[in-house]
């Protein structure tokens, strides 16, 4: 009877250890699909998942800057003086430009991003031009044209779309500019220097769900927050109120997550940092090198819908994404 008893105790440990494998395995596997792991770990850096390549007979040639939507993700492919699309697979679907000045045309095209209705925003560097194109790559027309001619944009370089507005950075006038989507000028914000409010040479843009404005200024080594009418708030740069060393060695892409942390790619020291928004370091990623999660010179960081990191990693010639 106690022999009994004693497989009888056996078998149910057996069956309870089973069961609460079964249920950890499913609900870990759950977190993974649905990005539940962020609130096991709530300031965990993301994890390498894959890469975006070119094709043989052209690959990929100083990858600047990635956007992604649910159907394709834009790469601007700007030493080949094009951008190339992916579909969720990973293949190239299609590229659109070439060399030139003309509409539909690049000399160096650099940021890129895409509004609600799937147009495609190409930033052009050295021809001072924001294009607009549709989903597939046809030229619809330009953006902003008031402020080109005014040449308040002459060399655009960080874009991104956001709750209906167009957040770009001009490197040659060091200043950001708000417009709407009608390219009407709505803000407009810094001068060359290195005080508060003041850039050199800035690059990425973005900004969060209440409108504050996230400059990186690269030549400065930091990132520069504004609130929605232009305000300066904060410097960031890794030290105690970014009033120390930065951490950042030509800083260039930025992006937010679903959980308010803020990614910043170093571009020379070849690692992705990510900051809370007090500015404290939560993490870092990457280093320099050829293998996976590994980064040489990277650039441009987009962060999609479902957290999904995208950065484009410009001398291996490719596109890493995390998640």
């Known amino acids: 009877m106690k022999r009994r008893n004693v497989y009888i105790g056996m078998a149910l440990i057996a069956i309870t250890t089973a069961v609460v494998f079964t249920f950890i395995f499913l609900n870990q596997s759950k977190a993974v699909d649905t990005g539940l792991l962020n609130v096991l770990n709530p300031n965990g850096a993301p994890k390498y998942s894959h890469q975006l390549n070119g094709d043989f007979d052209k690959p990929l040639a100083k990858p600047m800057d ?3 939507t649910n159907s394709f993700t834009y790469v601007t ?3 080949n003086k094009r951008v190339v699309a992916f579909d969720v697979g990973g293949n190239i679907l299609f590229s659109f430009g070439e060399e030139g000045t003309k509409a539909g045309q690049f000399t160096f095209p650099y940021g890129i991003s895409v509004d609600e209705k799937g147009r495609v925003f190409v930033a052009d560097l050295y021809n001072g031009t924001i294009s607009i194109h549709d989903e597939k790559g046809k030229f619809i027309e330009y953006f902003a044209t008031k402020a080109s001619k005014e040449k308040k944009i002459s060399a655009p370089a960080g874009l991104r779309i956001i709750n209906k507005k167009v957040y ?5 006038s060091n200043k950001a500019f708000v417009f709407d989507m009608d390219g009407k000028l709505l803000l407009e914000i810094g001068k060359h220097g290195t005080k508060e409010g003041e850039f050199n040479a800035p690059n990425g843009i973005t900004a969060d769900n209440e409108g504050n404005i996230y400059v990186v200024d690269t030549g400065n080594q930091r ?5 929605k009418a232009g305000k300066f708030l904060k410097i960031i740069n890794g030290s105690n109120k970014g009033k120390g060393e930065s951490i950042f060695v030509n800083p260039r892409g930025i992006g937010i ?7 910043v790619v170093s571009n020379l020291t070849h690692m992705v940092y990510g900051f809370d928004k007090d500015g404290k370091k939560l993490f870092q990623f990457g280093g320099m090198g050829e293998a996976n999660g ?3 010179l990277p650039n441009g960081l987009f962060i999609d819908q479902q957290d999904n990191v995208f950065i484009t990693d410009t001398t291996n010639i490719r596109v890493q994404v995390f998640k």
Not at 257 to 263: A, C, E, L, N, T
């Open 223 to 227: 990132v520069q927050i504004f609130n």
């Open 257 to 263: 997550d679903s959980r308010g942390i803020m990614y």
């Open 77 to 79: 492919d700007t030493n």
């Open 168 to 172: 770009v950075t001009d490197i040659k």
């Open 66 to 68: 990635v956007a992604a």
């Open 294 to 296: 590994e980064f040489y």
